[in-house]
C-alpha cells in the first residue's frame, strides 16, 4: 500500500476505527515511513488541543430566550385575520378608481330602480304614515332628552313637545309623570299636570294624578291638580279630598278650594 | 342639584361666618366673593326661608353678596328675659346670630342661611351674565335688574317677583304674590312661564319683540295693548277618544301675538289679573 493512500485513513486509525487490515498496514508502515509517523502526531497533537477546548453549556438564560423568540414568533406569523387583512389591502391596490365609481353609480342605479318599483306598490298614503311615524319618533326622543336638561324653560319645552305627539306613548307618560312628581320646578311641574290632563279620559292616568296629589307640597299644584281631578267628576275623588282635608299645615287655599270640589262633587 | 356634588373640588371656596347684631339695630355685612373664572358667565343659587332677595347686574367680575338681619321685633316669638326688661344689672350684647354661607365652584356661586330662625335681607351684585335661581318663602319679595343673555327662575310663596330689564328665558311662580317683569329682550327661543294664584302678572315686552302670549285668570281679568293682537278665532277644542266615546274639551288658555309672534310666554293666576303690555 502506497504511503499516500493511507494518510486519509489515518484519523479513523486514531479513533481507532479502521478494520484491522487497514490498521495493519498503517502500522508497519508507521515503522518504514516517518513522514506518515510525523503526520500521525501532528494529527495527534491537533485532537488534544480540540479536546482541552471545554464544551459550552449553553446557559438557561440562552435557552429560555430562544423559546421565547419562538413563542413571540408565534404570535407574529400571519393568522388567518392578517391574511384576510393582507387580502383586503391587496384587494384595494387592485380595484382602480374607476371601477369603484363603477360599482357605486351601479348601487344607485339598482337603489333608484328598487325605489321606483316599490314606489308603485306602496301608496302615498302609507308613506305619509311611515313618515309621520318617525318624525313622531324624533319628537319623542327630542321630548326625553330635553326633560333631562337643567334649564326648567328647556323643560316646559318638552313639556310642551308632547302636544305634538298624536299617541298617548307608555314612555312619554311614564316621563310627564315623573316631571309632575318630582320636577323641582313649579311651572315645569304644573306644565306637566296640564299635558297629562289631554289624556285623563284614560283611567290610568286619573289614577296616577289622583295618586299625584297625595305626593305634593305646594298649593299652587295642588289646586291645579284639585281643579283638573273635580273636572273628571269621578264621585271617589270625595274620600281622597277629605282625607287631604284632614292634614296639618295645609294652605288656606287649599282647604277653599277642596271645600269647593266637594261641592261640585256632590 | 347637580352642583353640590361638585362642591368637594379643590377650587371651592367657603366662607361662613356668624354674625351677631345688637337688638333693636340692623346687622349689615358685606363679602365680596372672587370668581374662579372671571369674564364668564355663571350661575347664582340663592335659597332662603325668610327674608328678601335684591340681584341686580354690574359692570363688575366678583360677586358681592350683602345681608342684612331684620329687626328682631317682628320675627321672633320674644324670650321672656330679653324683653325691654333685662334681668338686674344686665343689658342685652347680642342676639339674631345667623350663618350665611357663600359657596364658589367654577363661577357657581351658592348662598344659604339659615333663616329658618331668622329673616335676612339679601343684595347681591352680580356680573350680568349669570343665570339667577331665586327661592324664598316668606317675608319679603325677589327682586331682579339687569340681567342678559341668562335663564332666571325665582320661586316664592308669599313674595312678589320683581324683574326688571331682564331677557327671556324667565320661570317664576309665588303664590300669594305678583309677578311684574320688564324685559329688555325676547330673542331667545325657549319658552318663559309664569304662575301665581293670588296675585297678578303684568308683562311688559319690548317694542320689536316678537312673542306668542298664552294667557288665564280663573276669577280675573286679562288686560292687553292695543299692539298685542289676540287670537280672536274660536277657542281651542280638545278631542279625544276612547273605546267609541268622544270626549271634548274647550281650552281655558287665550292666545295673542306680539309682532310676528314668537317662543311662548304662559302667564296663568287663578285670581289675579293678568296684564301684557308693550313699551311706547
Do not use: C
Request: a negative charge; zero cysteines; proline letters at 3%.
Amino acid at each position: 500500500m502506497e504511503k499516500k493512500d493511507l494518510k486519509p485513513y489515518l484519523m479513523e486509525f486514531l479513533r481507532e476505527e479502521l478494520d484491522e487490515e487497514t490498521k495493519i498496514a498503517i502500522q508497519s508502515q508507521l515503522k518504514v515511513d516517518p513522514a506518515l509517523q510525523e503526520e500521525l502526531d501532528e494529527l495527534k497533537e491537533v485532537f488534544g488541543e480540540l479536546n482541552k477546548i471545554p464544551s459550552h453549556k449553553p446557559d438557561i438564560a440562552l435557552k429560555e430566550n430562544f423559546q421565547k423568540m419562538m413563542e413571540e414568533n408565534t404570535i407574529q406569523s400571519p393568522g388567518l385575520f392578517s391574511n384576510i387583512q393582507h387580502w383586503i389591502n391587496n384587494f384595494q391596490i387592485t380595484i382602480s378608481f374607476k371601477q369603484m365609481a363603477y360599482a357605486v353609480v351601479l348601487l344607485l342605479v339598482g337603489f333608484f330602480f328598487g325605489y321606483n318599483q316599490n314606489k308603485g306598490t306602496v301608496n302615498a298614503g302609507e308613506r305619509n304614515q311611515q313618515l309621520s311615524m318617525e318624525i313622531e319618533e324624533l319628537r319623542k326622543n327630542m321630548m326625553l332628552t330635553l326633560l333631562e336638561q337643567p334649564s326648567a324653560s328647556e323643560r316646559i319645552k318638552a313639556v310642551n313637545i308632547s302636544y305634538d305627539l298624536e299617541e298617548a306613548d307608555p314612555k312619554v307618560i311614564e316621563a310627564l309623570f315623573f316631571t309632575l312628581n318630582n320636577d323641582k320646578n313649579s311651572n315645569v311641574r304644573l306644565a306637566a299636570l296640564e299635558a297629562l290632563t289631554r289624556y285623563s279620559f284614560n283611567k290610568k292616568i286619573r289614577n296616577g294624578l289622583t295618586e299625584s296629589l297625595r305626593h305634593q307640597d305646594k298649593p299652587l299644584i295642588q289646586i291645579a291638580l284639585i281643579d283638573v281631578l273635580t273636572e273628571m267628576h269621578d264621585k271617589s275623588l270625595k274620600k281622597e279630598f277629605k282625607d287631604l282635608l284632614q292634614q296639618d299645615e295645609l294652605d288656606a287655599d287649599v282647604k277653599e278650594k277642596i271645600n269647593e270640589s266637594l261641592e261640585i262633587l256632590m | 342639584m347637580k352642583y353640590i356634588l361638585k362642591i368637594n373640588s379643590l377650587f371651592t371656596l367657603i366662607m361662613l361666618f356668624a354674625i351677631t347684631a345688637f337688638s333693636q339695630e340692623i346687622s349689615k355685612k358685606s363679602v365680596i366673593v372672587p370668581l374662579s373664572k372671571p369674564g364668564e358667565a355663571g350661575k347664582l343659587y340663592v335659597e332662603i326661608h325668610n327674608g328678601s332677595i335684591k340681584v341686580s347686574g354690574y359692570e363688575g367680575k366678583e360677586v358681592i353678596v350683602v345681608s342684612k338681619s331684620k329687626s328682631l321685633e317682628s320675627h321672633h316669638n320674644k324670650d321672656k328675659n330679653s324683653e325691654d326688661n333685662p334681668p338686674e344689672g344686665m343689658r342685652v350684647v347680642g342676639n339674631n346670630a345667623y350663618a350665611l354661607d357663600i359657596i364658589e365652584n367654577e363661577n357657581k356661586i351658592k348662598v344659604d342661611t339659615d333663616s329658618h330662625y331668622s329673616s335676612i335681607d339679601l343684595e347681591i351684585q352680580v356680573p350680568h351674565n349669570f343665570a339667577l335661581y331665586l327661592e324664598n318663602h316668606r317675608d319679603g319679595d325677589i327682586e331682579v335688574d339687569n340681567i342678559k343673555g341668562v335663564e332666571i327662575n325665582a320661586e316664592s310663596h308669599q313674595g312678589s317677583i320683581l324683574l326688571t330689564n331682564v331677557t327671556s328665558p324667565i320661570v317664576a311662580d309665588t303664590h300669594h304674590g305678583d309677578i311684574i317683569v320688564t324685559f329688555s329682550d325676547v330673542s331667545s327661543e325657549n319658552p318663559s312661564a309664569f304662575n301665581s294664584y293670588n296675585g297678578n302678572i303684568d308683562l311688559t315686552f319690548p317694542k320689536k319683540g316678537n312673542a306668542t302670549v298664552k294667557t288665564k285668570s280663573e276669577r280675573g281679568n286679562i288686560y292687553t295693548d292695543m299692539a298685542v293682537s289676540v287670537n280672536d278665532s274660536e277657542p281651542k277644542v280638545i278631542t279625544k277618544s276612547k273605546n267609541g266615546t268622544n270626549y271634548y274639551s274647550v281650552e281655558k288658555w287665550n292666545y295673542g301675538k306680539i309682532n310676528s309672534g314668537g317662543p311662548e310666554f304662559s302667564a296663568a293666576t287663578s285670581k289675579g289679573n293678568v296684564y301684557i303690555r308693550v313699551q311706547k
